[in-house]
């Protein structure tokens, strides 16, 4: 059995396996348009030795489907995506709420 997802909003569970679940906290879903799949970035909240946050992604085998299996990222070439897709939003972030305490320091 493949691991499926169920997908509410931001919240993901996963069904392992073995049968048991996860709930996670969805990142980031996206579409590549270059290879037709798409990826799911999500977390566990959980920290490395470093204190940075976990995080995994997935492709979402049929995104229409909000219990749609997961399949493992196997390519170097999915994995700079992701890594650009990650850094590229994590700049937009860093940009708007720069821009939101600059609003607020003026005011």
């Known amino acids: 059995m493949e691991e499926r997802i169920k997908m509410e909003n931001d919240e993901v569970v996963i069904v392992r396996r073995d049968g048991s ?6 990142l980031i879903t ?3 348009e270059g290879n037709n799949k798409s990826y799911i ?3 566990d909240n959980s920290k490395d030795d470093k ?3 976990r995080i995994s992604a997935s492709i979402v085998k049929d ?3 909000p219990n749609s299996e997961l399949e493992e990222i196997k390519t170097e070439r999915e994995w700079k995506v992701i890594d650009t897709v ?6 937009s972030v860093k ?3 720069d821009k939101k305490n600059n609003n ?4």
């Not at 679940?21 to 969805?26: G, S």
């Not at 607020?104 to 005011?107: H, L, S, V, Y």
């Open 21 to 26: 679940k996860v709930q996670l906290d969805k």
């Open 30 to 32: 996206f579409d590549d």
């Open 41 to 43: 970035i999500y977390t």
């Open 51 to 53: 204190g940075n946050v």
């Open 63 to 65: 995104p229409k489907d």
């Open 86 to 91: 990650l850094r590229s939003t994590m700049e």
């Open 95 to 97: 940009k708007h709420l």
């Open 104 to 107: 607020n320091n003026e005011e």
